[in-house]
């Protein structure tokens, strides 16, 4: 294996593995000895590579920008395609147009060879029944989710009726033919799945309720597998 190829090897699996890493299982993993391992850490940070280590305990790799790009398989390439242009035409306006953007800034760090397989793709995606346009208020729920910031809406059920509740909003989730939100209701003090559509007079309030979407997040999907009560 060429040294270009083993230190590509070695960025990937610092990515890839939880932090901290150690020397032994990234020897492993790019199946190098320990030395030349510390050699090739070594290199990388000359390179302008930011990795932490200590002894006993591992590495950690601090993002750069003047890191190498991520190098891709075809294979890898043909899921980010795919991907990107199922959430183009899923998602808002915003989100149609990041998911662009996105594609373009990858293809750009690409080598010539892999931008020519990122376009010109064996695999397309088309749906002929188009999920209905999103709903003008998801780019506020999204930003509601990130900023972990309660929202207040009128929603409507299944029999019709109208309430006013105080949500926390804690993930979207895009289902065949409708948006979902998971979310905590503050009315009901327990979680509920909003259908989007359903939602009008969205709007942000002050309210914060960091950090704890993502405990709250995580106690929803385990409720959701332990199913209803018996």
């Given at each position: 294996m060429s040294r270009s190829d083993r230190l590509f090897r070695l960025l990937d699996a610092?990515?890839?593995?939880?932090?901290?890493?150690?020397?032994?299982?990234?020897?492993?993993?790019?199946?190098?000895?320990?030395?030349?391992?510390?050699?090739?850490?070594?290199?990388?940070r000359a390179g302008g590579a930011l990795i932490d280590g200590a002894a006993g305990v591992g590495y950690t790799l601090t993002e750069d920008p003047a890191l190498p790009p991520q190098m891709f398989t075809r294979l890898e390439v043909e899921a980010l395609v795919l991907g990107l242009a199922e959430v183009r035409m899923a998602g808002d306006p915003a989100l149609a147009r990041a998911a662009e953007l996105a594609q373009a800034k990858i293809i750009a760090t690409l080598p010539e060879r892999v931008q020519r397989q990122a376009l010109h793709a064996v695999q397309q995606t088309y749906r002929f029944e188009r999920r209905a346009a999103a709903p003008p208020h998801l780019s506020l729920i999204r930003e509601a989710c990130w900023e972990e910031r309660a929202l207040d809406i009128r929603y409507t059920d299944r029999e019709g009726g109208v309430s006013a509740r105080r949500i926390l909003p804690l993930s979207v989730v895009f289902l065949d033919r409708s948006l979902m939100l998971l979310a905590w209701c503050c009315l009901r003090q327990d979680f509920r799945r909003f259908h989007i559509g359903m939602m009008a007079g969205v709007a942000a309030t002050e309210e914060s309720f960091r950090p704890r979407r993502v405990p709250l997040l995580r106690a929803f999907e385990a409720q959701m597998r332990r199913g209803p009560a018996a």
């Open positions: 610092l990515r890839r593995l939880p932090a901290p890493v150690t020397a032994a299982r990234l020897a492993e993993e790019t199946e190098v000895s320990a030395r030349t391992l510390y050699r090739d850490i070594a290199a990388l």
